[in-house]
């Protein structure tokens, strides 16, 4: 492989690597939200609320709220892409 083809993937793959993480934590933190704190809530309350939303839930919903946070964590990890090639450049690239 030619060394500049070889600069091209590693940037790429720094390029697209933040977004990808962000992407997958929060749409599984978004996704099973009310699964974790059923059992994690310090407050009865809010344990039994999250019990009642587990309850309700369809794969239609979960498969949304995954869909909703792995957009937002794709934008945040754009951010993070974003500033991360500004800073390596100088922030003469933008």
């Known amino acids: ?10 940037n790429l793959w720094n390029a697209i690597l933040p977004i990808a993480i962000s992407a997958l934590f929060f749409g599984l933190l978004l996704a099973f ?4 704190r059923q059992y994690t809530a310090t407050q009865s ?3 039994r609320m999250s019990q009642q939303w587990v ?3 369809t794969r239609a ?10 957009a937002g964590g794709a934008i ?5 892409a974003i500033r991360n090639r500004a800073n390596q450049t100088g922030g003469h690239d933008f």
């Open 33 to 36: 939200g009310d699964y974790v």
């Open 61 to 70: 919903a979960l498969i949304r709220r995954f869909e909703y946070g792995a």
């Open 76 to 80: 945040i990890g754009l951010l993070i």
């Open 45 to 47: 309350y809010r344990r």
């Open 55 to 57: 309850q309700m839930d």
């Open 1 to 10: 492989m030619q060394p500049e083809i070889s600069n091209k993937l590693r």
